[in-house]
């Protein structure tokens, strides 16, 4: 009856409660200040019990949080990220598991190319709780021995273990715990990624804790589930910066190749701010200098708007930059407020900066905001020579398709897109995205040339040699075995080649294919010397044409043989001290 009164009324007044709470103890049997006590210890209870899950679930809201948040905020490191996660297991135990001592590790899955015997895939232990670091990190555990976390890989479900000592087909890093100590509960979680595709496992024990509460409770499962999910997002982010860095570092290559007149380039990445004041961030994380030499930085700068809020006098700008140290940093600090100005509203912006020309560029994420940005210095120059800005606007497009195809790679709903012979064997490598993007559109350029395209070619008699070069080099990349012969080293024969087969063998060529056998060194040393755009021979567009696809192939080339021969997990980034 108490029920259907509830159900039919819905939300009580205060006298529709009393009433209520009146037909309860009407039901109820026994004395009627006992059956009073009764309600109102179980309101009590109840009440509290609901406050203390409030806050339960608030402070595990929060620990989650910080997960992502370290990701954000890592510069591409995964140590950040590991420190978040252990954290937040140890604070969860401490504090919502009745104190338990909890040993917590990730391990990574490897292709196994050491031992494939043993299994094709192994799991690589990355991070560990500090006590076990001794006998856990960096071990390897191979399919062959005991444990069950390839079998959560393999089912990609959680697997408890309540009671090690009864299960008998564990695996005890620590061999020199004492048999009567090996009691515990065991929890592996396998990590997934947006294709729920297993990468790793979340594993959690507490042989540590000799008390007799040692078992996993169901709340306590419910949030480690949810640390591995904030995990793997977190992962995945890093993973994505890391490919962009990566990305960035393959197109100032090609850049500082192309555009000599480039005095500089700094690359940021965008973080969130760290508090209410600073809606984000720029961290600095790689360095060019006027040669191409690259510094990527351990620890990388953070550039925070509020210290851009001075701007001194061209004057003092000046008085400072004189003074040299201290001063010109500081100079060079409050001058820093274009940075922003292209973070904000996520296109190029101009502005001179102690004399020197700069042009900072976004690299948008697939919103639109600017993830991270160029900024490049070319000098005193108020604008690049017209066949370099060209070359510069070209870097520029391909490294933000490939941008936006590294940040697409994740996505549920987007599969990205294959285009050479590589990218389908798994070889996802940043660098290679940026110089596949480059093929394509030099393909497309390819795919209109025709029979006058080659004519000013064909009119040389005797041709400069840098143009001979380029044609024995095409031809060499599509015809290694024509090497030494007429076809390549007399002019009148070379020029035969020049025809629609030449042009569709050029479109169709994929330098990454396991069946085309490039002798990279003997092409390389046809083009090597290549000048720039300003001394090259009158009417040569269609030899620039060839020299750039013939560097594109080389270098995609060397980047699918250097990726084939790497055995470090698929996570890479730009960053010599990451982790994943």
């Excluded at 992502?68 to 590991?82: C, D, F, I, K, N």
Aim: charged residues 20%; aromatic residues 6%; hydrophobic residues 40%.
């Amino acid at each position: 009856m108490a029920e259907s009164m509830l159900g039919r009324v819905g939300k009580l007044s205060p006298k529709a409660f009393q009433a209520f709470l009146e037909l309860v103890a009407s039901e109820l049997t026994g004395d009627e200040d006992e059956v009073v006590d009764n309600i109102v210890e179980f309101l009590t209870s109840r009440t509290e019990r609901s406050h203390m899950e409030s806050l339960q679930s608030l402070a595990r809201r929060r620990w989650l949080h910080n997960i992502q948040q370290a990701a954000e905020t890592s510069g591409a490191r995964m140590e950040p990220v590991y420190d978040a996660v252990l954290k937040a297991l140890l604070k969860d135990a401490e504090a919502h598991g009745d104190n338990k001592k909890i040993s917590a590790y990730i391990a990574l899955l490897e292709e196994n190319q050491l031992s494939p015997e043993r299994g094709q895939t192994l799991l690589r232990y990355v991070t560990c709780t500090t006590d076990d670091a001794p006998y856990v990190l960096n071990q390897t555990l191979y399919r062959d021995m005991k444990g069950v976390s390839f079998a959560a890989v393999e089912e990609e479900k959680p697997i408890h273990v309540p009671r090690v000592q009864l299960h008998g087909n564990i695996h005890f890093w620590n061999q020199d715990r004492p048999a009567e100590q090996r009691r515990g509960s065991f929890l592996v979680l396998p990590l997934q990624d947006a294709h729920w595709r297993v990468f790793g496992i979340l594993g959690l024990d507490t042989l540590r804790d000799q008390s007799e509460k040692t078992i996993f409770l169901t709340h306590e499962i419910s949030f480690y589930q949810g640390v591995s999910h904030a995990f793997s997002k977190a992962y995945q982010h890093v993973c994505a910066l890391g490919s962009v860095l990566q990305m960035a570092l393959t197109a100032l290559d090609w850049l500082y190749h192309r555009v000599p007149s480039i005095h500089t380039v700094s690359t940021y990445l965008v973080e969130p701010g760290n508090d209410q004041t600073c809606d984000y961030a720029l961290r600095r994380m790689i360095t060019t200098d006027s040669t191409g030499q690259k510094e990527i930085h351990t620890s990388p700068v953070l550039l925070l708007r509020k210290e851009n809020f001075f701007r001194p006098s061209r004057k003092l700008a000046s008085i400072l930059m004189l003074t040299g140290g201290a001063a010109s940093k500081l100079c060079i600090c409050c001058e820093r407020n274009y940075l922003f100005k292209c973070t904000d509203c996520s296109e190029v912006v101009c502005s001179s900066v102690c004399g020197e020309q700069h042009i900072a560029v976004p690299l948008r994420d697939l919103s639109g905001r600017a993830l991270g940005l160029f900024d490049i210095s070319i000098g005193p120059q108020q604008t690049l020579p017209p066949h370099q800005h060209k070359d510069l606007q070209r870097m520029l497009k391909m490294a933000q398709a490939a941008c936006s195809e590294i940040l697409k790679m994740p996505s549920e709903e987007t599969k990205a897109s294959r285009v050479l012979e590589a990218e389908h064997r798994n070889v996802r490598d940043a660098g290679i995205l940026f110089h596949r993007f480059m093929l394509q559109d030099l393909r497309e350029c390819i795919q209109k040339l025709n029979a006058e395209s080659f004519a000013e070619i064909k009119s040389y008699e005797d041709p400069p040699a840098l143009v001979h070069n380029i044609m024995k080099a095409v031809l060499l990349l599509l015809h290694p075995e024509w090497e030494g012969t007429e076809k390549t080293e007399n002019w009148n024969q070379c020029i035969l080649q020049l025809d629609d087969n030449l042009i569709q063998e050029m479109y169709c060529f994929d330098p990454t294919a396991a069946s085309v056998h490039v002798q990279a060194e003997l092409v390389q040393n046809c083009i090597n010397g290549a000048p720039q755009a300003a001394v090259w021979p009158q009417g040569s567009i269609t030899a620039r044409l060839l020299e750039r696809w013939v560097h594109t192939c080389l270098c995609l080339v060397q980047l699918t043989e250097s990726t084939q021969s790497n055995t470090a997990p698929s996570c890479s980034t730009a960053h010599s001290n990451a982790s994943c």
